[in-house]
Structure formats: structure tokens, C-alpha cells
């Protein structure tokens, strides 16, 4: 059975830094992209970050891009959120997505919460 967990979020002051993790388990990851999606109070769920299986790869919404960094290390099968330069408008729930072939795979979600 696959696993997808999330850690790492938290109340940060804006200007602040988090580091969210994604640990992922029960099958081999190799060959699955993974990445960030977050949903705001209100919204629709949106994209934030991807990176390919190897890792090679990293693409970001228009709304991070400079601040946040997408990062893996498939020894570990985990995926990484470096966030930087918060922001109010960074305040959402904030989900795993293991994208692999055919199936597609989300963690529950973190709390991320930064106050002006």
C-alpha cells in the first residue's frame, strides 16, 4: 500500500522560511514526478512546484518562482519544499502529489500559515 506523508509546516512570520517534506512508501518512485500543490481558504486547489523522477527537472508556479525550491532524493523516496521570502498569500494547506504512470497518488496536506 502507498504512503504519501507531508511534514513540515507551520506559522512563520512573513519574510520567514519553511521546509516541507513529502515522504513516500510502498513502492518503487523512480519513475514519478513529484511536486507541490496548495489550497487557500475559498480557492481551488492550485500548482506550485514539480521535479521529474530523476530529479533533473523543476518547474514552478509563476507566483513562487524565487522563492521556493523544489528538491528530491530518491534514495530516501522523498520530496522537499524549501520556502522562502513567505508571504501572507503563501497561507494554504499545502499537498504532496506523487505523479506516476497511470496512477496518481496525494498526501492529507500541511498547515503553512504566515502572518503579516
Known amino acids: 500500500q502507498v504512503h504519501v506523508v507531508e511534514s513540515g509546516g507551520g506559522l512563520v512570520q512573513a519574510g520567514g522560511s519553511l521546509r516541507l517534506s513529502c515522504a513516500a512508501s510502498g513502492r518503487t518512485f523512480s519513475m514519478c514526478a513529484m511536486g507541490w500543490f496548495r489550497q487557500a481558504p475559498g480557492k481551488e486547489r492550485e500548482f506550485v512546484a514539480r521535479?521529474?523522477?530523476?530529479?533533473?527537472?523543476?518547474s514552478y508556479a509563476d507566483s513562487v518562482k524565487g522563492r521556493l525550491t523544489i528538491s528530491r532524493d530518491n534514495a530516501k523516496n522523498t520530496v522537499y519544499l524549501q520556502m522562502n521570502s513567505l508571504k501572507p498569500d503563501d497561507t494554504a494547506i499545502y499537498y504532496c502529489?506523487?505523479?506516476?504512470?497511470?496512477?496518481?497518488?496525494w498526501g492529507q496536506g500541511t498547515q503553512v500559515t504566515v502572518s503579516s
Open positions: 521535479i521529474t523522477g530523476s530529479g533533473g527537472v523543476a
Open positions: 502529489n506523487v505523479d506516476c504512470p497511470i496512477v496518481n497518488y
